[in-house]
């Protein structure tokens, strides 16, 4: 499953998905993962939660960041969610590339059953129709 939550700077984003992380470790079967642009948040998450930090890892277009998540995924079998903060930030993109990242994080999703939560920095109605669906 993926969700992505789209709106404007400012507007409590990354404080929902830090709640959301948070709340979803306590019940996960598995491994969580929250992915952010750097460290700012790192402690305000349950020490349970992998953190990753991208200003340690750095990319520059999707393909990268895809290749970088199935590098997690290689590594960890029992991740049950991932969780990224900051879509654009951390994949140095824009919104125009996110169908293209979604498409590939869907067959990752169905595949090792791993549920996807982001947030981006745009208006909902920057985002193409295809991404419509996965808007919460």
Do not use: W
């Amino acid at each position: 499953m993926i969700s992505i939550l789209a709106s404007s700077k400012g507007t409590g984003k990354t404080k929902k998905i830090i709640s959301l992380a948070n709340e979803e470790v306590k019940k996960a079967k598995g491994n969580v993962i929250f992915v952010d642009d750097d460290k700012r948040h790192m402690y305000d998450l349950k020490h349970d939660l992998r953190f990753i930090s991208m200003d340690e890892y750095p990319t520059s277009n999707v393909d990268e960041f895809f290749g970088f998540l199935c590098g997690i995924i290689s590594n960890d079998y029992d991740i049950d969610k991932i969780y990224i903060d900051g879509l654009l930030k951390v994949m140095d993109s824009n919104c125009n590339e996110i169908p293209k990242l979604v498409s590939k994080l869907e067959k990752l999703s169905d595949k090792y059953e791993i549920d996807f939560f982001m947030t981006i920095s745009c208006r909902k109605d920057q985002l193409s129709e295809d991404l419509h669906k996965y808007l919460v």
